[in-house]
């Protein structure tokens, strides 16, 4: 079976767990492919609610390639996003969406098939391709250069998961004894190997402007642990968030990070995490957020869903404003002194 191939519950394998993990990959992390229905995640949100103040949001569903299924994985401070979506051959591609210039297919490394990851202010994009040998590698694109192969860390694949705004690549690669490491990468001083949490593998998903990089790692006792990482404080183990395992998939400049926990898409920060389901206004009946890969600087956030059809869908989330806390209390002061005012009078 051809492990790109695009229908849809192979292509929740694909876009699941970032949409860029090798079958082998998959298996290690002993990932169970959940149902296609549309209804999979309701046992998960049981009784959660929407907390008061919670930031709310409008849908925007990106459509495709021409093929019938797309995930958006970032998205940058200008509001263009990036993704891979089914093409009308099948084949899956690599794609940059602007509200203005719709979706537009980045193309491979020679090969057939190609993912964007990661998004930057400047416009330079991440992701991975496969090349003309059929061995896919993590790239760089920009709309002046094309893409570029970023190698590996001495085995056959890698793949670029993040960049932040000085350029830094964040990704995972095939060592030369075969292990998959968490890698960063620099023009100047090329791949980096980050480590593990005492286990075989990792992942890294995401970086920030200040190089604080996130991701998943396995553990010594083989759970799999979202980290944070930075050159000073090494890999930092931020246990889990539903359950045994938990993922980060992106952080922004504000070190709001985004993911997936229990089945469900998430936004965490100051402590607090968010099911993304309860706080999205007009989400169409059926269709069901499972999982954010991004987060900008204006709270914008990007992942994928599944619609009534149990098609996968790319989402935008765009944040809707609401009054301060502090207007807020000054409202109900107004409030209470009108009142007041009233009563006097009668």
Do not use: C, Q
């Amino acid at each position: 079976m051809n492990p790109w191939a695009f229908s849809p519950n192979v292509f929740l394998v694909l876009i699941t767990m970032k949409g860029i993990f090798t079958m082998k990959y998959l298996l290690m992390k002993k990932i169970a492919v959940a149902s296609a229905s549309a209804g999979w995640l309701l046992g998960a949100l049981a009784g959660m609610g929407t907390a008061a103040g919670a930031t709310t949001y409008n849908f925007t569903d990106l459509g495709t390639l021409g093929g019938s299924v797309s995930g958006a994985t970032g998205i940058n401070s200008s509001g263009e996003v990036v993704g891979v979506a089914a093409t009308a051959s099948g084949s899956g591609h690599a794609f940059t969406y602007t509200t203005t210039g719709g979706m537009v297919d980045l193309g491979t490394l020679g090969g057939e098939y190609s993912v964007a990851n990661g998004i930057n202010s400047s416009g330079e994009v991440v992701g991975k391709a496969d090349t003309a040998s059929g061995a896919y590698h993590a790239f760089t694109y920009t709309t002046t250069g094309g893409m570029v192969d970023l190698g590996t860390l001495g085995g056959d694949s890698s793949i670029a998961t993040g960049i932040n705004s000085s350029g830094e690549v964040v990704g995972e690669a095939d060592t030369a004894s075969g292990l998959l490491h968490a890698f960063t990468y620099t023009t100047t001083g090329g791949m980096a190997e980050l480590g593990t949490l005492g286990g075989s593998s990792s992942v890294a998903t995401g970086i920030n402007s200040s190089g604080e990089v996130v991701g998943e790692a396995n553990t010594a006792s083989g759970l799999l642990h979202a980290f944070t990482y930075t050159t000073t404080g090494g890999m930092v183990d931020l246990g889990t968030l539903s359950g045994s395992n938990s993922e980060a998939n992106g952080i922004n400049d504000l070190g709001v990070v985004v993911g997936y926990a229990g089945n469900y898409a998430f936004v965490y920060s100051n402590g607090t995490l968010t099911n993304l389901n309860t706080v999205t206004v007009n989400l169409p009946v059926g269709f069901s957020l499972t999982s954010a890969y991004a987060i900008n600087l204006s709270g914008y956030i990007v992942g994928y869903g599944t619609n009534a059809a149990g098609l996968r869908h790319a989402f935008l989330l765009t944040p809707i404003a609401t009054p301060e806390p502090t207007s807020l209390a000054m409202l109900a002061v107004g409030g209470v002194a009108l009142l007041i005012r009233r009563r006097k009078t009668v």
